[in-house]
């Protein structure tokens, strides 16, 4: 038995069944025994999962160049780049390097925030930017950041990391109840916790699920769907940090009406190891990735309600295709196009890569 698994049995011994929000925190944050908390190789062919990111420095180039785009249509003066989740921090030294090239007017008046909770996290990343040293700062959260935002606030699979509780359907009963942790037999298992409907109708709201009696009434008996109400509310509070510019996220995502389709019974939830899916999600704590789809019609419309307007979702091809017309358009064709960044774009963009699988949201303030 591990550490991890000690304190999480410890807990659930103490105050009963725990909800997955809580076990997800522990099983990905706990410091330093959670997964991203190990100072170990996640993202790449030594990892558990590829992202935009290890396909090399293009997709930050591209990125680069859409922020540049809409910093550009902005009032002079300094400028923000924010990044929330920066991993190691590969992305932002993508993204500075192009800059500190290809506009070194903007780099120059460019302030590069970091929003990262974890010491060993801003460790790893101030070691690999150290050359930006005198650009980027850190904050340990959104109500940390010193003034509004003047500029773009992106995240790259971010949210889809965020704690999040599990609600099943009931179709007997013709209610909520919520997929809790349990011990048995010395393994964790999954229980059905039902308390008071109101409370679970309550958490469907505030993520946009309002369902119609019609489809309450043949949803499947255990339908599950995966919420995030605390990734909601990092989004509206991001959206009111935003002065003026671009928010934006890519990451795995569905709207509303995706995430009730059949072949969706079981929600989105999933576990990655070694570059495979998981059959037992609740294994390996510590040791294995454990992410879900995005709601994007809940960002959507936070965002809106905080006086954001919405460009997207788009798909991640379609999104980074758009930016790549503009950099041929630039360079008088592709001139800088050669057949290995040919090859990265096309892993970015093509259907069975990551083209499809990944999704953008963007909203912008005037």
């Known amino acids: 038995m591990t550490e991890l698994e000690r304190i999480i049995r410890q807990e659930i011994a103490r105050t009963g069944p725990m909800p997955f929000a809580r076990f997800m925190d522990l099983a990905l944050y706990c410091p330093e025994l959670g997964y991203y908390e190990q100072a170990r190789p996640g993202i790449g062919r030594r990892g558990d999962y590829y992202t935009s990111v290890s396909t090399g420095a293009l997709f930050g180039e591209l990125l680069a160049h859409q922020c540049a785009e809409w910093t550009e249509a902005l009032s002079g003066g300094a400028w923000h780049l924010v990044e929330a989740g920066a991993h190691e921090g590969r992305l932002a030294a993508d993204m500075l390097s192009w800059f500190r090239l290809r506009k070194p007017s903007l780099f ?9 909770p974890s010491a060993r996290r801003r460790a790893w990343q101030r070691a690999l930017l150290e050359e930006f040293a005198h650009q980027v700062r850190w904050y340990d959260s959104l109500a940390a950041l ?18 999040l509780h599990r609600l099943g359907w009931d179709a007997a009963m013709q209610r909520w109840f919520e997929w809790r942790v349990a011990v048995e037999g010395g393994a964790f298992v999954w229980v059905k916790h039902a308390t008071d409907t109101p ?20 949803l499947p008996n255990e339908f599950t769907v995966d919420i995030s109400p605390e990734a909601g509310e990092w989004w509206r509070n991001a959206a009111h940090a935003l002065e003026a510019g671009a928010l934006l996220t890519l990451d795995y995502g569905l709207t509303t009406e995706e995430f009730f389709r059949p072949d969706r019974c079981r929600g989105t939830l999933r576990a990655y190891h070694r570059h495979h899916l998981q059959a037992d999600l609740l294994a390996r704590v510590g040791d294995q990735d454990l992410t879900a789809h995005v709601h994007f019609t809940q960002l959507q419309r936070v965002g809106e309600a905080a006086g954001l307007q919405t460009e997207g979702p788009f798909s991640q091809a379609e999104f980074l295709t758009r930016i790549a017309r503009k950099t041929w358009d630039d360079d008088g064709g592709r001139g800088e196009w050669t057949s290995g960044r040919v090859r990265r774009f096309q892993t970015l963009t093509h259907p069975d890569c990551l083209g499809e699988a990944f999704r953008v949201l963007v909203q912008t303030r005037a």
Not at 108 to 116: K, L, N, P, T, V
Request: proline residues 11%.
């Open 108 to 116: 120059d008046r460019m302030e590069y925030w970091i929003i990262e």
């Open 146 to 163: 010193p003034r509004p935002v003047h500029g773009v606030m992106l995240s790259n699979e971010f949210l889809d990391a965020f704690p």
């Open 199 to 218: 409370e679970y109708a309550g958490r469907l709201k505030v993520c946009g699920f309002v369902l119609p009696p019609e489809l309450l009434a043949v």
